[in-house]
Antibody
Framework: QVQLVQSGAEVKKPGSSLKVSCKASGGTFSGFGISWVRQAPGQGLEWMGEIIPIFGTTNYQQKFQGRVAISADDSTSTVYMDLSRLRPDDTAVYYC???????????????WGPGTLVTVSS | DIQMTQSPSSLSASVGDRVTISCRASQDIHTDLNWYQQTPGKAPKLLIYSASTLQTGVPSRFSGSGSASDFTLTISSLQPEDFATYYCQQSAFTPRTFGQGTKVEIK
């Protein structure tokens, strides 16, 4: 069974940067995409971006362009999400999720990490 | 970006009720539509993918239908563990946007 283990909760200052990790175990790592989804307190789910490790390709939501970078380390089956120039409204739970099915159109988020709470406050 | 609109935003229902949640896409997404269930403090859980395919282990009281821009999630007989928030997500295009969620509450 696929399991995703995320790094621990963080408290950050506005303007600083964040790096959240997501380590996968069980199943094949590089053959499936990993997405990052965040959820602000009391709000809905927001898709941030994805990486297809086997190709190294990434897609990001436009609103995060220039602030977010998703990378993968095949040797440790770990995906990272970097978010820079943090603002208070970046306060959220950040989830990684492994895609099911083929990468590209038609994928779905089959396995989810437990989430990482990030608080941005001065 | 494709906008996903769910209706209603919330509903109250009783155990045993049939519940229907709608999801509309701002353009044709074929059947690239997924449904997730989330309970408070937990990660979302995949229920249905490709509009109508039940994820392994999900009870058969859940079903999905639709294509193009109109989709429906149906719970045939609501159980106590089904009180949660439900999200649709399109995966036809990036960004793979979510609906705003539908909260199913106990009547």
């Amino acid at each position: 069974q696929v399991q995703l283990v995320q790094s621990g909760a963080e408290v950050k200052k506005p303007g600083s940067s964040l790096k959240v990790s997501c380590k996968a175990s069980g199943g094949t790592f590089s053959g499936f995409g990993i997405s990052w989804v965040r959820q602000a307190p009391g709000q809905g789910l927001e898709w941030m971006g994805e990486i297809i490790p086997i190709f190294g390709t990434t897609n990001y939501q436009q609103k995060f362009q220039g602030r977010v970078a998703i990378s993968a380390d095949d040797s440790t089956s770990t995906v990272y999400m970097d978010l820079s120039r943090l603002r208070p409204d970046d306060t959220a739970v950040y989830y990684c999720a492994r895609q099911g099915g083929l990468y590209g159109p038609g994928t779905y988020l089959e396995f989810w990490g437990p989430g990482t709470l990030v608080t941005v406050s001065s | 970006d494709i906008q996903m609109t769910q209706s209603p935003s919330s509903l109250s229902a009783s155990v045993g009720d049939r519940v229907t949640i709608s999801c509309r896409a701002s353009q044709d997404i074929h059947t690239d539509l997924n449904w997730y269930q989330q309970t408070p403090g937990k990660a979302p859980k995949l229920l249905i993918y490709s509009a109508s395919t039940l994820q392994t282990g999900v009870p058969s009281r859940f079903s999905g239908s639709g294509s193009a821009s109109d989709f429906t999630l149906t719970i045939s007989s609501l159980q106590p563990e089904d009180f949660a928030t439900y999200y649709c997500q399109q995966s036809a295009f990036t960004p793979r946007t979510f609906g705003q969620g539908t909260k199913v509450e106990i009547k």
